[in-house]
């Protein structure tokens, strides 16, 4: 018999769960999906049976919950003959957002991880649950299936301290490990690289500013392939403003809203991470609907955009200043892959530190990686679509390869 090697991929958000199925003898997508709006009104699975060439199948019902979810992936899975139950899967990998100081690399699951996986769920409670649903329905469909968990943090474990630790008393910090974590972290090396390739130049010899820019969005400085700085925290709420998320703020404002306005602990999570960014500032969150109504001159979605970019060209700067020399600024996800607009905003004044986009280039949609700053510039800037899940493949399948 051939060895397994097929890796099926979880990327449990939320509300959602996106899914691939690859090989990996030659990196083939044989499937692909999404289920959405989980424990909503309106539950949607779109698949596509990549392999078999078929027509994508849109399922509308009601997704009571993650397991539900998973329930409903194997099922179209089966139906293309490429269920949970075939002899070729090698292992599933997970995203799995919270790692704590613990995880800082692929990690195989077993009940003790996800015990620790458990453990971190107060510090990302949107993500953490969801993916250990995911961990536990597999079990129950494949118990003698190794499953992987892939960090979100780990690729930031070498950010040093000076970044990492906040200026609050040391004693307290630690005993609720209270530091800088970072996120989208497999996001931020699989770009990195793809990026260092791009310019045809060796890793180690790169300095890249990575801007990640999805739902979540998250900055990060990379010298030499290692993760210098970035810009999400204890939790994926610090930062750059996001779709909902308000990303840096005074802290303090916080304790204004909770004693002026009498707003409970939960009311202030719930404003920061759910009603704040881009939908709280012009009641939108999705930056094409946002590009449509600056085309007929709405004033708060204009505000929006130049509040999202203004802050997105601070942290370019200060990781200029953190890398000292800049070889390439990398935009990727939804966003940033896709928005000639918002990397023309995040970047402009920035001629003087050989940071700029060449216009014809940046207007060019398309789904390659490619650079968009002009061919004399010192900085490139380049367009590179992320692909975290073909990235988690690899590190599941690698692992439990090694494992023998
Ligand atoms: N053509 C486009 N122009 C501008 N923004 C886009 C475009 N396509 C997608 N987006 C943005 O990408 C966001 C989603 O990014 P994505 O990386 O898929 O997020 P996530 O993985 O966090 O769900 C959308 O909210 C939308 O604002
Ligand atoms: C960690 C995080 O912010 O993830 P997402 O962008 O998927 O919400
Ligand atoms: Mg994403």
């Known amino acids: 018999m051939t060895e397994p090697s097929r890796v099926l991929v979880l990327n449990s958000g939320s509300s959602s769960v996106k899914y691939q199925l690859l090989e990996m003898a030659d990196g083939s997508r044989l499937a692909a999906g999404i289920v959405e709006r989980i424990g909503e009104r309106g539950g949607r699975h779109t698949h596509r049976p990549i392999a078999q060439g078929g027509e994508v199948r849109t399922v509308e019902r009601q997704v009571p919950d993650h397991a539900a979810a998973l329930r409903s992936v194997s099922e179209q899975l089966a139906g293309d003959g490429l269920g949970l139950d075939s002899p070729a899967l090698a292992a599933v990998g997970h995203r799995v957002v919270h790692g704590g100081t613990r995880f800082t690399e692929p990690t195989l699951v077993t009940d003790d991880v996800i015990e620790e996986i458990e453990d971190l769920v107060p510090l990302a409670p949107l993500h953490n649950p969801a993916n250990l649903s995911g961990i536990r329905v597999i079990r129950e469909l494949r118990p003698d299936l190794p499953q992987v968990a892939v960090f979100d943090t780990a690729f930031h474990a070498t950010v040093p301290e000076a970044a990492a630790r906040y200026a609050i008393d040391r004693d307290t910090a630690d005993r609720l490990s209270v530091r800088r974590y970072g996120f989208h972290g497999t996001s931020h090396q699989y770009v990195s690289r793809r990026t260092a390739e791009l310019l045809g130049r060796p890793l180690e010899s790169v300095n ?8 979540g969005a998250s900055a990060s400085a990379v010298a030499g392939g290692v993760c210098v700085d970035t810009s999400m925290g204890l939790t994926p709420l610090e930062g750059l ?15 204004h809203l ?10 202030i999570d719930d404003l920061l991470n759910r009603h704040s960014g881009l939908l709280g500032l012009c009641g939108d969150n999705d930056m094409r609907e946002i590009g449509r109504r600056m085309a007929e001159g709405d004033a708060h979605a204009r505000e929006a ?7 997105l060209r601070k942290y ?16 990727t996800a939804g966003v940033g892959e896709n928005s000639p607009a918002v990397r023309e905003a995040a970047l402009r004044g920035l001629e003087g530190f050989g940071i700029e ?7 060019v949609r398309g789904s390659a990686a490619r650079v968009v700053s002009p061919a004399e510039a010192r900085t490139a800037v380049a367009v590179v679509p992320t692909d975290e899940e073909l990235e988690i493949a690899r590190q599941s399948y690698s692992l439990v390869q090694s494992q023998g």
């Open 258 to 267: 909770h004693r002026v306005g009498g707003l409970a602990v939960d009311e």
């Open 316 to 331: 370019v700067g200060a990781y200029c200043a953190v890398l000292g020399r800049v070889d390439a600024v990398a935009f």
């Open 357 to 363: 986009v060449d216009p014809v280039l940046n207007a």
């Open 241 to 255: 403003v996001m779709g909902t998320r308000s990303g840096d703020i005074d802290p303090a404002a916080i304790f």
């Open 208 to 215: 890249i500013i990575v801007l990640h820019l999805g739902n």
């Open 305 to 311: 955009f130049d509040i999202y970019t203004y802050r």
